[in-house]
Nanobody, 124 residues
Framework: QVQLVESGGGLVQAGGSLRLSCAAS????????MGWFRQTPGNEREFVAA????????TYGNSVKGRFTISRDNVKNTVYLQMNSLKPEDAAVYYC?????????????????WGQGTQVTVSS
């Protein structure tokens, strides 16, 4: 069963950048589509970005298009989220997730359980 550990969160000023990482272990990383989600207190988890198993196809939530970039390194079993031009409304706990296919991970039908996430705080 795949296990995911997120890192890279922190405090950044509005307009700044952060790069999140998600290290995967267990299972076969190259068989998974991967995604990022975020959640703020009292709200449902929101889709942020997803990438196919080979890194070729990517999709983004409307609120982050043009500012965030998802990528993966299938040698390092790691998926990344480069976040630029951060806004206060981007502040959240960010989670990565693995899915059996691209559509599944976009829909939040993930393999295994949600990890601990990594906190992103954006000051105005």
């Amino acid at each position: 069963q795949v296990q995911l550990v997120e890192s890279g969160g922190g405090l950044v000023q509005a307009g700044g950048s952060l790069r999140l990482s998600c290290a995967a272990s267990g299972g076969i990383f190259t068989s998974y589509a991967m995604g990022w989600f975020r959640q703020t207190p009292g709200n449902e988890r929101e889709f942020v970005a997803a990438v196919t198993y080979n890194g070729v196809v990517k999709t983004y939530g409307n609120s982050v298009k043009g500012r965030f970039t998802i990528s993966r390194d299938n040698v390092k079993n790691t998926v990344y989220l480069q976040m630029n031009s951060l806004k206060p409304e981007d502040a959240a706990v960010y989670y990565c997730a693995a899915g059996s296919n691209f559509e599944a991970v976009i829909a939040g039908r993930i393999l295994g359980s949600w990890g601990q996430g990594t906190q992103v705080t954006v000051s105005s």
